[in-house]
């Protein structure tokens, strides 16, 4: 970035992961100009889950989920946040690799796309800096997500009065494919089902039978874990990212009813389900890396390649990448956020992404493209009226600024239970539809009036 650091800004956006780079995108577009802060890149600083100075680094899975806009509510978000010209949603597109029906991307591809985008847009200035202390002054979104540099999560904590609320989030391990015994392992989806980059066989499983399966069950029982320092004890796990062995705990037959469960995949060497399964689901576009989906773990790196390998199919398993655990916090937005994402107690201070409370990529996405937009309009002397609540933006919006309890306040994934129910009684099979359908005229009329009210100005 060739531009000096007295480029001339209308608002500063703090954090250029997702959410960050969504929304200097989303205020760029509008024409307004934008002060992107990252701190990685600049000098030391980096997290503990990062490994690269990108934008948009994906730091947990390579997977935004569901692309199935009929029948889910994290399809239809990225639906909407298509028609609404998400950066996030394009870098993805070009980034693609099979994942049946769920969106995955190969993670340095997606970032570089995001990079470039950003650091060649016009509006926007991208600054390698760590910034210590909110801005008492000027238009700023923060948007430094879950790993938070610890100065300016104290001063967070300053201007709101509250303490931040925190839990973990777990890493799965990465495999190199040519290390994958394909005699024992076979290519498949569940059901077969085709996605949007896939042909029905895009995951690697790996079968264990009963025996298998209870022996590896204890050995995740049994597996040295991480230890957590006498502040972390009390530190809850956000369910959608629960460790494998957390799982493993609550009962036998959990992991057969979650990650590794057998259904739907007949193994072509029995023609049977396995007892259980271990999927492996691309990771980059080459097709040379795997993730083992759902394996988030806080075993030690020693524990994970003794256990991992004893998996069929990966006793000879080399790791790109073990497990790991970081620490993730947020604000109690109900409580502090207005539904503009504005800070009650310092209105020109926004937040976006994890922060708020929300949680998955595409969601934390979702939210920096809402700040961006509610942003845009202020400073066009404009008021946007919030997505209504019956849209996959507005029912996630709606949700973490006043829909949900601040008393017991958690992270969230978009889901229909945050959507009112459809008005016209439907048939259970046709409920997803029902929800999908009407959000979509919703979102329509929604963008309609916001388009009037831009002629108008």
């Known amino acids: 970035m060739t531009r000096t650091q007295e480029f001339d800004h209308q608002i500063h956006i703090i954090g250029g992961g997702l959410a960050g780079s969504e929304a200097a995108w989303q205020l ?16 030391d600083n980096m997290t503990p889950a990062h490994q690269t100075d990108g934008l948009a680094e994906l730091v947990c899975s390579n997977s935004f989920r569901s692309d199935d806009a009929d029948r889910n509510a994290v399809g239809l978000l990225h639906q909407e946040m298509r028609t ?26 997606f970032s570089a796309n995001v990079t470039k985008a950003l650091a060649e847009h016009p509006n926007i200035h991208i600054v390698r800096e760590r910034i210590d202390t909110l801005p008492e002054s000027g238009l700023t979104v923060v948007a430094t997500g879950p790993l938070t540099a610890m100065e300016l999560a104290h001063s967070i904590g300053a201007a709101t009065g509250e303490d931040a609320l925190a839990f973990f989030d777990a890493i799965a391990p990465i495999i190199h494919r040519d290390s994958i015994d394909m005699d024992i392992c076979w290519m498949a989806s569940r059901w077969d089902k085709v996605g949007p980059e896939g042909d029905g066989k895009d995951y690697i499983n790996c079968p264990m039978d009963k025996e298998q399966y209870l022996a590896f069950h204890q050995g995740l029982i049994d597996g040295e874990k991480t230890e957590f320092k006498q502040w972390e004890k009390d530190t809850p796990y956000f369910e959608g990212c629960m460790p494998i062995e957390v799982m493993a705990a609550r009962g036998v037959e959990t992991l057969r009813y979650g990650p590794m469960k057998p259904v739907g995949l007949d193994n072509p060497r029995t023609g049977r389900w396995p007892y259980a399964v271990v999927q492996l689901r691309q990771d980059n576009k080459l097709g040379t890396l795997w993730n083992m989906v759902g394996f988030q773990t806080k075993l030690k790196h020693g ?23 970081h620490r993730n916090t947020f604000i109690n937005s109900p409580r502090l956020l207005d539904g503009q994402l504005r800070l009650k ?23 920096g493209l809402m700040a961006g937009r509610f ?6 002397g404009r008021t946007l009226e919030t997505p209504p609540i019956t849209t ?24 229909f239970g945050l959507f009112p129910p459809p008005e016209d009684k439907v048939h259970k099979k046709q409920r997803k539809e029902a929800y999908t359908s009407r959000a979509r005229a919703d979102l329509q009329r929604w963008i309609a009036g916001e388009t009037e009210a831009i002629a108008a100005e």
């Open 392 to 415: 996959a933006l507005g029912a996630l919006l709606g949700h973490i600024t006043g829909g949900a309890e601040a008393s017991d306040f958690q992270p969230m994934n978009v889901n």
């Open 303 to 325: 524990a994970q390649v003794e256990l991992f390998r004893t998996i069929p199919g990966l006793e000879k398993a080399e790791f790109a990448r073990l497990g790991g655990l």
């Open 28 to 43: 760029a577009q509008a024409g307004v100009r934008v002060r992107l802060s990252e701190m990685r890149g600049s000098g």
């Open 84 to 109: 609404l010209n998400s950066l996030i949603m394009a870098a993805a597109e070009t980034a693609k690799v099979p994942a049946g029906s769920a969106l995955a991307v190969d993670r340095d591809i």
């Open 375 to 380: 942003a845009a309009a202020e400073l066009q």
């Open 345 to 367: 107690s310092a209105q020109h201070i926004r937040f976006a992404g994890q922060m708020t409370g929300c949680e998955g990529y595409v969601e934390s996405a979702s939210v």
